[in-house]
């Protein structure tokens, strides 16, 4: 069998969203949609609701958002709004 790694990206993404306090609700919607391989929905699921609670972020987040958004031929700079939830 072989790998996918935008599915291996939106894991890691909800991994880490999870370890940064997003709802166990939101979680298990990204994870439906990570497994119907609907990845645009479950990067946009979690970062629109990191932006929305305003969930303080770090740098390894913001890669695998803008490593999955490249996988999935997104613009990277539909993210930069969550450049103001960086951890300084």
Request: hydrophobic share 45%; proline share 0%.
């Amino acid at each position: 069998m072989f790998s996918d790694k935008r599915k291996e990206l939106c894991l890691k993404l909800i991994e880490k969203s999870q370890l940064l306090g997003l709802s166990n609700q939101t979680l298990l919607e990204a994870k439906e949609f990570a497994e119907y391989h609907e990845f645009g929905l479950c990067l946009d699921l979690i970062t629109t609701q990191i932006n929305e609670y305003d969930i303080a972020i770090d740098d390894d987040f913001l890669e695998i958002v803008f490593s999955l958004a490249d996988k999935i031929n997104i613009l990277k700079n539909n993210f930069y709004f969550l450049i103001r939830n960086l951890n300084s």
